[in-house]
């Protein structure tokens, strides 16, 4: 695997990341109060798989963008040793040969066995410097991806976007529950893949609440609170809703979580710093080999 950076500029058919290719939305999904997703919902979500002798780990996860390419953390690629991204996991466990099945009451919902594709080339942006901005790259997979109900595609943010349309907003995430603390575990439920909802709020407002351990934020960032017990694994996307004719058509990439902060408050909130994806919209296609055969 090797770690590098392209520079060319692709010709691009930018339906699967921008448009109606992506970014599923059912609005009946969005308004039924439930954390646990449904198993064909936000299923853009893929487990980064690290290799450690005779041991696999999964510590991050990324967001699928098109059929062969996925967004990452920059911090989690740096190492060289993520291996293998799977894509269609509605329950994160050791097993990722099987579906998986969850019963309420007398119904029971399943997904199909999930699909693991290895990673062929890493890209980092280039400015990241370990200090948490540019805190984002590219993973290009081996081979595409197979769409379906269960494994599809984030749109990337739409063109008339701008930088200060999330402020003060109640945005979605989506991803898998981490433990915040070291020795913590979590428990059944939180295995499940589960959407929870973020309140970014302005940099003077962050800037009030944070400790001195806080990263220097940027220009780049997008700062937003939220319930401890919902902190979510690093690569889970802040995602925002594209309307279009007076209906919510698809979800799009807003950032990915780069920090997380316990503010010890009443409350249990949780400070989490994010990398705007907008200002790097064009950097990330111009960084993709698009092949449609």
Known sequence: MILYFILGVFPAFLLPIYGHHCGKLR????????????????TW???VGYVYGNRTEFSCFSVLIHRRYAIINAFCILDNLASFIVFGDWRENKDITVGDCLVEGITAQCSPP???????????????????DYNFGL?????????SDFVQPLCLPPAGETESNH?????EMAGFRR????????????????????????????RSLGGNNWPNRTQHHICALGKEENTLYFGS????IEVVDGKPR?????????????????????????????PFRNWIVKNMELDYN
């Open 250 to 278: 698809n979800f799009y990439l807003v950032g990915l979580p780069g920090s997380v902060e316990l503010l010890g408050h009443p409350s249990n909130l949780s400070m989490l710093l994010f990398t705007s994806i907008f």
């Open 167 to 171: 402020i003060a907003q109640r945005l």
């Open 139 to 147: 993973a290009k997979l081996v081979e595409n991806v197979i769409f």
């Open 179 to 206: 433990p915040l603390r070291k020795g913590d575990t979590v428990d059944k439920e939180g295995e499940w893949r589960r959407k929870v909802q973020v309140h970014t709020a302005s940099m003077e407002f962050c």
């Open 27 to 42: 609005e009946s999904q969005l308004y039924n109060r439930k954390e646990i997703t449904a198993p064909d919902e936000y």
């Open 237 to 240: 996307p802040l995602m925002g």
């Open 114 to 132: 999930p699909q693991r594709v290895d990673i062929e080339e890493l890209v980092v942006h280039p400015g990241y410097n370990r200090l948490d």
């Open 45 to 47: 979500i893929g487990r």
